[in-house]
């Protein structure tokens, strides 16, 4: 429970609560200036109460920006991950990959802006820079500490902010602890099933060496999941010559990917620390976390643009209507259009594809404070962290329809609806030869394994990035009557060495181990999603598909795919100065950030038609200045002053000296070993209030500066440079790292927590009512950057994300229903040749969770997710591009690339605490 003081003008701070924070302004001068300090005693039975008041306290007392989720609150939504743990606070929104949370955007901007740390050691995700969250499980975490306003002892690479994730110590604890979890459930999509448990161990000991404490702790989460989706490639077509073709693009292929996944995440940690006296602590801790993604995937591909060169390019104006001697496609004349037409007799590319993907972390520290004499303090650390990203393929099929026109679909394709593809299929009737050559349209075929399809190619990938990163770091502190000085030391050496070997059989070699009917090859299974497809499947047999492959193993060799590794070093020499100065009305904590980066890369590349070693090397030094003015109006109100720097890198694959290929994504990869770091400068201007007893009311502007924009170039690769063993690369997707202009990011946060309990006596309420809360939180940028040539927002950024929720938590019973919302967002930059710049329409969701205390010890839950079950859409926009170009130009968003729902999830379960 709360307790609290009565104390005037309660009536008036009630219109805050009723308002959810859309009113926060109006509310700041409606406060009481003689506000006094009380205590809050919670009794545990109040959990979102308590998280939130250990959090608001860290909060208030930090001499920079941050927000904070306590450790009571991680876990309290169905939080399997750091990500989905801190999306609910102030200006966080995340990226989503199959709806699970992966990355996070701090106040709307792009996630390379933001770093991750375990106990202020920056780590590296396996992916790289972009730091990824869905590896790491909450269950590790004791608090999460999010800076938005950067600070000396950062990292330079830190732009939008930091998001540290405080592990658990036995000394957070009075004696001897154990807590733990453990429940279950299902996805509503596929009816799959849902596991999850954690425990964590931990105890003190008085020794005659000091005090020692011994933390263990472990968790598993295993989420079993079909996706419902499609996608489709656009393209400005060169045959379409016709009137009014400067506004059509055409898709080249359309494609549903069928995927049945099992993820996984699991971790085990350990910690002791060690206190020999009260002026010295040493600490050691290790954290070992996997993620891994077991995708069985279906994938159905028609070539639409199969017989593209049938069509001649004719400037003249459509004729009366004839019989159809083409394919049809990108010919206006046939009757078709971008959004609804037919295409006669063309391709099934389908491949069946089995990944074993498995992402683990292993970060090991050593550290320790000292207090010396004359209020001098030294601290260390030091730490190793290795990162693996094994990208692996236990084996795939490539499938394809034989030459004979008359034994391929003919496809009725409508694209009308941005939220559907419609796809009909029939038999190809072809009468007459040469010249008077006609196709029709046959009898409708509902399944799609009807047509004949033979495997022309059959893959095994072995593929692992490892990066192994070096950190070693000493800070000296004065504490002075009414400032501390801090300088501090920082070296950090990071390798990230790609390896792949593949075996990569053509259509003979693979007929030696797989059938040459896939009806051989695959289940009678009905299909799992809800999707209208327009046409039934059989999916694969993930067995028989490991039984091709440890054929494949035995008798074939694995061959390094050389173009695609690389060995890129990054070292880093980091020195800081920072002061913190305190006076009567708050402090003010300025310093600078000098670093000094040499890069390396090394790749097997083409220089002019000979393969060679290619070694790149690059090194820069940086300064990052920063001053953060903390102003206390009273003991309940703060402003907040900033001005701060950093400067993003290009991650690891983006500096190596060559092109990557993904054939199964049909992907090509460039790196820029001389493309320069993103620089940004910003100011911060916050207020914030702290009401009493409980409660909190932020407002807030922002502002950065930004100088070489980093972006990721888009186009087809149109060359056959990399074509080889068969596979045609020339219509292969390649994006690369380039630097734009300057241009500017701003915007606006505001944020509330509020409860009903303060106020319920004064206005003559029922106790029960006391329960009640809310949280609502939003944020709002606008951003401009110079790309190509053109203006544009910033790649990543969303004009508004916001979140708001209500809660009720009294008699042990505890019930929160929590929405996010994020605004589109420019995903890459492309050419009118592919369709235009791509975007991630707004993502939204609905979670619900509730929990009862059955006694201060033990407790049931239950957990709801994405109820609204509303899809990710990705699509393209060529809209700016025409206009640009001087074409008029009406919407073009509905030009969706990529459609997937994931269906409502549910899991419940018991929590134990002693």
Partial sequence: MISTRQRPMRRALILCLLASAATPVAAFAQAPAEAEAEAIVVTGTRPIA??????????KNSDSLVTVAASDSVGRLPDQNIAQAASRLPGISVERDQGQARYINLRGAPKTWTTLSFDGINVVSPEGRDARFDSIPSAIAGKIIVSKAVTPDMPGETVAGNVNVVTRSAFDYAGFHIAGKGGLGFAELGDRKEYEGNLVLSNRFDTGIGEIGVLLSGSYYERNMVTDNFENDYERVSRDARPGNATRFWVHETENKLYRLTRKNWSVS??????????????????????TDDEARDNYRFDLDDRENDLVANTAACGASTANTTSGYADICAGNTPQKGTIYGIDIRQRSTLRAYKQSVFTNTLEGSHELADGWKLSWTGNYTESKDDRSVVGEVSWESPSARNLRPT??????????????????????????TRYTAGDQVTAVDSFAKTPTGFTVLDAVDTTKAYTGRVVLARELDNATLKAGFQYDRRNKIADENQISLNAA???????????????????????????????????????ASAAARKAFSFTPNTGNNYNVR???????LVGTFRYDWGTVVGGVRVEHIKNEGRAIGTVGTASQLIVAKADQTLAFPSMHINYNLDDTKKLRLSFNSGAARADYDQLRPNVVINDTNETISGGNPAVRPERAYGVDAYFEWYVRPQGYLMVGAFYKKIEDVLYTARRIYNSPALNSNNIDRSGY?????????????????????LQLE?????????DFLGGFGVSANVTLNDSKVDIDGRRMRLPGTSDFVYNIGGYYEKYGLSVRLQYQNRSKWLDTVGTLTDGGDTYWASDDELDFSARYAVTKNFEIYF????????PGRRFSDPGSLLRASGVAAADTSNQTIEWERFGRRYTGGIRFNF
């Fill in 50 to 59: 308590e998280s939130e008041a250990a959090a608001l306290e860290i909060q």
């Fill in 411 to 436: 496809v009725a394709y409508d694209f009308t609806d941005p939220n559907f593809s419609r796809l009909t299929l029939f038999r190809t009737i072809q009468t007459g030869t040469g010249a008077a």
């Fill in 733 to 753: 997707q390649f994006s690369g790292i380039v630097n734009g202009g300057t241009g500017r990011l701003f915007g606006m946060e505001a944020a509330a927590q």
């Fill in 863 to 870: 957990d709801a997710s994405n109820l609204l079950n509303n």
């Fill in 570 to 576: 990054e070292e880093v020499f980091a020195g800081y």
């Fill in 509 to 547: 070699q693979a007929a030696t181990i797989l059938p040459q009917d896939y009806a051989q090859f695959s289940l009678d299974q009905k299909f799992l999603g809800e999707i209208p497809m327009g046409y039934t499947f059989r999916y694969f047999d993930q067995d028989k598909m490991r039984a």
């Fill in 758 to 766: 303060p106020w319920t006596q004064d206005l003559g309420l029922p």
């Fill in 270 to 291: 350990g910690r002791v620390d060690w206190k020999p006296d009260d002026r010295t602590t040493i600490s050691a801790r290790s954290i070992y976390t996997i993620f």
